[in-house]
């Protein structure tokens, strides 16, 4: 069975300061997606990382996907209270499912 | 253009009464899933569908549940008699094929809640 391990599962910080959220696990993913999820709405797909060692950046978050695609890394510099929400990480696994991380859920106070 | 459409947003009802939960997939898209997310458990497939064939319902709770897709525009997920640990947001999700490193498209989901 495939698992994916999301930490931390909550983190409360101050504008400006930068986070890291990871994604672990022991098994190998062709690739991984990453959401958020904001209140009452279903989760956004934000970056899809494919190749081992990839680094995507998005304005100021940055994914990076390991180089033996077990584990990936969100990484935002600056956070902004607009950053606050659920994020998920998700493995495409073996099958036709998305193995999900447990999420990791973020608030930045301004 | 259209997301997902799911109704209700909001359920509340009395224990023992049937659920009936709505999606309307993106269109185009032949694979739909519904989830259910909790804070104790997450998100969790619940059933999915390839060109409106259920593929695989391993992730449903049990025969309470029952989910139809009679065409390639419409599903339902049915619970018969809800019970209070029923209680969740419930998601559908559609993608356009069966390449599972497509992105899923997400509904605003049914919160339900079952007294």
């Known amino acids: 069975t495939q698992l994916l391990e999301q930490s931390p599962q909550f983190l409360s910080i101050q504008e400006g300061e930068n986070l890291t959220v990871y994604c672990n696990s022991s098994?190998?993913?062709?690739?991984l997606q990453w959401y958020r999820q904001e209140p009452g709405e279903g989760p956004v797909l934000l970056v899809t990382?494919?190749?081992g060692g990839e680094v995507k950046k998005l304005k100021r978050l940055t994914f990076q996907f390991g180089d033996a695609r077990k584990d990936s890394s969100l990484h935002i510099t600056a956070a902004q209270p607009g950053d606050t929400g659920l994020y998920l990480c998700?493995?495409?696994?073996?099958?036709?499912?998305?193995?999900w991380g447990a999420g990791t859920k973020l608030i930045i106070k301004p | 253009d259209a997301g997902v459409i799911q109704s209700p947003r909001h359920e509340v009802t009395e224990m023992g009464q049937e659920v009936t939960l709505r999606c309307k997939p993106i269109?185009?898209?032949?694979?739909l899933f519904w989830y259910r997310q909790t804070m104790m458990r997450g998100l969790e497939l619940l059933i999915y569908?390839?060109?409106?064939?259920?593929?695989?319902d391993s992730g449903m709770p049990e025969d309470r549940f029952s989910a139809k897709m009679p065409n390639a525009s419409f599903s339902t997920l049915k619970i018969q008699p809800s019970e209070p640990r029923d209680s969740a947001v419930y998601f559908c999700?559609?993608?356009?094929?069966?390449?599972?490193?497509?992105?899923?498209?997400f509904g605003d989901g049914t919160r339900l809640s079952i007294l």
């Open positions: 999700a559609s993608r356009p094929g069966t390449d599972k490193g497509q992105p899923q498209h």
């Open positions: 098994s190998v993913f062709s690739s």
């Open positions: 998700a493995g495409v696994g073996s099958n036709y499912q998305l193995i």
């Open positions: 990382v494919v190749t």
């Open positions: 269109s185009g898209h032949n694979s």
């Open positions: 569908f390839n060109n409106n064939v259920p593929i695989d």
